[in-house]
């Protein structure tokens, strides 16, 4: 479930992101923080916030590499995914992140 879950989420994520957001629900919140101590965190909720942070972040032209991929059962059919890997385009080189998904069932 989440290795499949993972390969769609990134190929959307790839070729269409204004699509993204069809992954969430309206219960769903997505939190970004930047690297480093002093980083900060910002969290959006539903899907009509977490569209408009994914379009905010202009992932056109990005690649992700992914290096890992770790899933793990968790409460009540739930699904814990954390992937591992690196973004880069042609200007700004290459940057590694780190994302965790609670897959709970629809």
Same mark, same amino acid.
């Given at each position: 479930?989440?290795?499949?879950?993972?390969?769609?989420?990134?190929?959307?994520?790839?070729?269409?992101?204004?699509?993204?957001? &069809?992954?969430?629900?309206?219960?769903?919140?997505?939190? &970004?923080?930047?690297?480093?101590?002093?980083?900060?965190?910002?969290?959006?909720? /539903?899907?009509?916030?977490?569209?408009?942070?994914?379009?905010?972040?202009?992932?056109?032209?990005? #690649?992700?590499?992914?290096?890992?991929?770790?899933?793990?059962?968790?409460?009540?059919?739930?699904?814990?995914?954390?992937?591992?890997? /690196?973004?880069?385009? &042609?200007?700004?080189? #290459? &940057?590694?992140?780190?994302?965790?998904?609670?897959?709970?069932?629809?």
């Amino acid at each position: 479930v989440g290795n499949s879950f993972i390969n769609q989420y990134y190929n959307v994520l790839h070729q269409s992101p204004q699509v993204v957001h &069809r992954f969430y629900t309206n219960a769903s919140c997505l939190t &970004r923080a930047e690297a480093g101590p002093e980083g900060q965190a910002d969290t959006v909720f /539903s899907q009509s916030g977490i569209h408009e942070k994914v379009m905010s972040l202009d992932y056109v032209g990005l #690649r992700a590499e992914i290096k890992t991929v770790d899933c793990q059962d968790s409460y009540s059919g739930s699904v814990l995914v954390m992937v591992t890997g /690196s973004l880069s385009n &042609r200007s700004n080189g #290459r &940057r590694d992140f780190v994302q965790t998904f609670f897959l709970a069932p629809q």
